[in-house]
C-alpha cells in the first residue's frame, strides 16, 4: 500500500474528533512501562533512511531470483506475467475481501467466475469453488467432502504415502474428532489400492506425486469405484498444461496448490488452494460457487450461487467453517492462465518436462550420483548422492550460490541420501550446467 502521511493538522482534526487534545491524551490507557521510550526503540529514521536500512537487511537473504534455486517439494519458483501485479494491485480488487452482497460485487464476481472456468477447463472437472489457503488444506476438505458424501457411513481413508507429507499431516489435522481411519501412509504399502475396501469413504493420491513421477490414473479411478470410494486427486496446475487431466481418469474430486499460477513464493505465502468437483457432489463442496446468468433487462450478470460457509446460512447446514475465497490469490491466477492462455501453459509444461529430463541425464551420469527413471517425471526427480543432502546442499550455498533440493530422507527413511531436485522453466540450460558442476566438484 502506498504510503500516505498525516500532517500535523491532520493529526489534530482526529484528535478532535475522537474528543482528546493530544497523542498521550489518546493512550492514556496503555501502561506507562509499555509506552515509548521504555521499549528502547531505535532513533526514529526518515523514509530515506528506513529504505536504506531495510535494503541492507534485505541483502543479507539469498533469495530464489538471486541466486540458481532448485528446491521445489511443493512451492515452486514459476514465471510471473507483469501484467499479474498490474491487475491484482488495483484498489477496486486489492482491498475486496468476499462478496456479502454479491449483486453489487459484480467485477469481484467476475474475477471469481473466470477463474473457476479456468479451473475447470485445466483438471476437466464440472465445478470448481474459490477456494481454499492451500493444497494441504484443499486436500483436508475433499476427504471432508469425501466423508459427507457417504454421509459419514464410511470411516476410512486411503492416502498414498507419495501424496505430499504436509498435506497428509493436514489431513490428519483436519479430521481428528471425525473418528475415521486414515491408513497408505505409513503402512509401507506400494499399491494403495490394496488397503480398498467397502469401509473406505476415499482413496487420495498425487499426479505427479511427490517424487515427480506421474502415471495413467485409470487403473486407481477404476478399483475405488468399484468398491465405491470417491477417487480423488491431488495435483500440480502446470503439469496440467501438458499431461492429461485428472478429470479425464474419471477423478471425483481434483485439488491442488496454485501457487505456480502467478503467486511467486512469496516467503511461504499466502498461497492458493484450488478444488474441483463433480456436479453431483457439489452441495457437499465448501467454500463458494459463483454462477452466470442475466439480469432483468437480459444482461450479462454474475450471482452467488452457492455459500456453504457458516456466516452465510446456517451453522448446521454449513460444509467448512475454514474456508475462504482467498479472492486476490485466485485473481492473480486467473490472470496468470489468461495470460498465458493454452499455447503458454502447454509451452511452460514442456520447458519444465524437457529442462528437467536434461538436468537427470547430466546428473545421473557424474560419479556418485544416480538418478532413477524407469517411471515418467514431471519437473522435479530424485537423485541418490554420495553425502547426506545437509552437507551437499550447505556447500552448494555456500561455495557456489545454489540453492539445492529437498532432503527426502526428512519424510522417507529409505531414500536416505536422496535428493529431491526441481526444475523449472526459470532454470535455464547455463544454470542447469552450473549445478551439474557444482555437483561434480561437491562428490569430489
Given at each position: 500500500m502506498p504510503y500516505i502521511p498525516h500532517s500535523d493538522a491532520d493529526r489534530q482534526a482526529m484528535l478532535a474528533a475522537v474528543g482528546v487534545e493530544s497523542i498521550e491524551d489518546l493512550f492514556a490507557d496503555v501502561p506507562a512501562d509499555a509506552c515509548f521510550p521504555a521499549l528502547e526503540l531505535p532513533p526514529a529514521l526518515s523514509e530515506l533512511g528506513a529504505t536504506w536500512e531495510l535494503g541492507s537487511l534485505a541483502e543479507g537473504n539469498l533469495t530464489a531470483g538471486a541466486g540458481n534455486c532448485f528446491l521445489g517439494a511443493g512451492s515452486?519458483?514459476?514465471?510471473?506475467p507483469a501484467v499479474v501485479d498490474a491487475v491484482v494491485s488495483r484498489g477496486e480488487f486489492y482491498t475486496a475481501y468476499t462478496p456479502y452482497q454479491p449483486e453489487i460485487s459484480q467485477g469481484t464476481l467476475q474475477a471469481i467466475f473466470e477463474y473457476q472456468t479456468m479451473i475447470c477447463e485445466l483438471t476437466g472437472m464440472d465445478v470448481s469453488n474459490a477456494s481454499h489457503y492451500d493444497g494441504a488444506t484443499s486436500t483436508a476438505e475433499a476427504v471432508i467432502t469425501a466423508v459427507g458424501v457417504h454421509r459419514m457411513r464410511r470411516k476410512k481413508v486411503v492416502i498414498s504415502r507419495f501424496v505430499h507429507p504436509e498435506y497428509r499431516e493436514v489431513v490428519r489435522t483436519y479430521t481428528q474428532g471425525m473418528d475415521l481411519t486414515i491408513v497408505g501412509d505409513d503402512d509401507g504399502a506400494t499399491d494403495p489400492t490394496d488397503l480398498l475396501d467397502d469401509d473406505t469413504a476415499c482413496l487420495v493420491v498425487q499426479y505427479p506425486d511427490f517424487l515427480g513421477r506421474f502415471d495413467d490414473l485409470s487403473r486407481l479411478s477404476q478399483v475405488a469405484h468399484e468398491v465405491g470410494a470417491l477417487f480423488v486427486v491431488a495435483t500440480d496446475p502446470i503439469a496440467l498444461g501438458l499431461l492429461k487431466p485428472p478429470g479425464h481418469f474419471n477423478a471425483d474430486i481434483v485439488v491442488g496448490?496454485?501457487?505456480?499460477?502467478?503467486?511467486?513464493?512469496?516467503?511461504?505465502?499466502?498461497?492458493l488452494g484450488?478444488?474441483?468437483?463433480?456436479?453431483?457432489?457439489?452441495?457437499?463442496?465448501?467454500?463458494?460457487?459463483?454462477?452466470?446468468?442475466?439480469?432483468?433487462?437480459?444482461?450479462?450478470?454474475?450471482?452467488?450461487?452457492?455459500?456453504?460457509?457458516?456466516?452465510h446460512i446456517r451453522r448446521e447446514r454449513a460444509t467448512s467453517n475454514i474456508c475462504t475465497n482467498q479472492g486476490l490469490m485466485a485473481l492473480a491466477a486467473a490472470v496468470t492462465m489468461a495470460a498465458l492462455g493454452r499455447c503458454g501453459m502447454r509451452q511452460v509444461a514442456e520447458l519444465c518436462y524437457h529442462r528437467a529430463h536434461y538436468a537427470a541425464q547430466r546428473i545421473d551420469a557424474l560419479d556418485g550420483y544416480t538418478v532413477s527413471q524407469d517411471r515418467p517425471f514431471f519437473k522435479e526427480f530424485a537423485v541418490r548422492c554420495p553425502?547426506?543432502?545437509?552437507?551437499?546442499?550447505?556447500?552448494?550455498?555456500?561455495?557456489?550460490?545454489?540453492?539445492?533440493?529437498y532432503d527426502l530422507g526428512r519424510d522417507y527413511p529409505e531414500l536416505r541420501d536422496q535428493m529431491l531436485v526441481c526444475v523449472t522453466e526459470m532454470n535455464p540450460r547455463p544454470a542447469i550446467d552450473h549445478l551439474v558442476e557444482a555437483l561434480g566438484e561437491v562428490a569430489a
Open positions: 515452486y519458483r514459476h514465471f510471473v496448490e496454485g501457487q505456480g499460477l502467478g503467486l511467486g513464493l512469496n516467503f511461504g505465502g499466502p498461497y484450488f478444488f474441483t468437483t463433480r456436479k453431483k457432489y457439489v452441495r457437499r463442496m465448501a467454500g463458494r460457487l459463483v454462477g452466470q446468468t442475466v439480469d432483468a433487462d437480459g444482461e450479462r450478470g454474475f450471482v452467488l450461487t452457492l455459500a456453504t460457509r457458516e456466516q553425502r547426506p543432502v545437509g552437507e551437499i546442499n550447505q556447500q552448494l550455498l555456500e561455495e557456489w550460490g545454489i540453492i539445492g533440493g
